[in-house]
């Protein structure tokens, strides 16, 4: 793994951070989409309970 700060290509007065030459920020959100799409799977959603009661 290469953790460097590096000049912004347009915007050369600006760094930015990147990882292995990919942006940080974009590092970031692809590891949380594949931590999404992991929990996804193991993670089932609660159904609400039905009421047998009567209404008013």
Request: aromatic share 6%; net charge positive.
């Amino acid at each position: 793994m290469q953790l460097k700060i590096e000049k912004e290509p347009d915007n050369p007065g600006k760094l930015r951070l990147s990882l292995n030459g990919q942006n940080i920020i974009d590092w970031f959100k692809e590891q949380f989409n594949k931590l999404k799409q992991a929990a996804r799977l193991h993670i089932k959603p609660v159904l609400p309970k039905q009421k047998n009661g009567r209404g008013m």
